[in-house]
T-cell receptor, first 115, second 114 residues
């Protein structure tokens, strides 16, 4: 399968702990996106990378959130000092910057539960 | 700022009936428009997309959508719904050119009755 993969699929943590999620995009895609989806809502944009450069961050991405894409391939999203409000599905997507179509392909998501 | 409105939170149809899911967008220029479907525990799967050209676009699983600029709408349709179509459907808009993030609507949950 050459789609977008995310690990872990589920994460349960206690409030105040740090968590890290990984996303592996489709191999030839140079753009990578993180979204957050809470229950009953559509995905909301968090941040995006073109190759290894983080080009845009949403105001939703507080100082406790950090994302990296060190070699322009996989990406990690870390949440420090988790809060119950961080409970959500974290989705990763990738796309190929070609022709400006920006068709994004999504992974299965990581569901985070903060107790 | 761009935005997407899906006015129907939940729709119930009988299997074999026709379906129309509504989507209205707000965007200053010509948008790129998408419909995604999400089944429980699954990621988002792209059903169809509109970039330019013919305003009636065909997608996978027998879905189609029509872009109406005058109404700022991009409604999703299917002539005959199957039980396997039960899922949540999201409309999204993205900027053209050096496109970046998508803006999603809040989704429409589809229930299919036998």
């Amino acid at each position: 399968d050459t789609g977008v993969s995310q690990d872990p699929r589920h994460k349960i943590t206690k409030r105040g702990q740090n968590v890290t999620f990984r996303c592996d995009p489709i191999s030839e895609h140079n753009r990578l996106y993180w979204y957050r989806q809470t229950l009953g809502q559509g995905p909301e944009f968090l941040t995006y990378f073109q190759n290894e450069a983080q080009l845009e961050k949403s105001r939703l991405l507080s100082d406790r959130f950090s994302a990296e894409r060190p070699k322009g391939s996989f990406s990690t999203l870390e949440i420090q000092r988790t809060e119950q409000g961080d409970s959500a599905m974290y989705l990763c997507a990738s796309s190929l910057r070609a022709g400006g179509t920006n068709e994004q392909f999504f992974g299965p998501g990581t569901r985070l539960t903060v107790l | 700022a761009q935005s997407v409105t899906q006015p129907d939170i939940h729709i119930t149809v009988s299997e074999g009936a026709s379906l129309e899911l509504r989507c209205n967008y707000s965007y200053g220029a010509t948008p790129y428009l998408f419909w995604y479907v999400q089944s429980p525990g699954q990621g988002l799967q792209l059903l169809l997309k509109y970039f330019s050209g013919d305003t009636l676009v065909q997608g996978i699983k027998g879905f189609e959508a029509e872009f109406k600029r005058s109404q700022s709408s991009f409604n999703l349709r299917k002539p005959s719904v199957h039980w396997s179509d039960a899922a949540e459907y999201f409309c999204a808009v993205g900027p053209s050119g050096s496109a970046r993030q998508l803006t999603f609507g809040s989704g429409t949950q589809l229930t299919v009755l036998p």
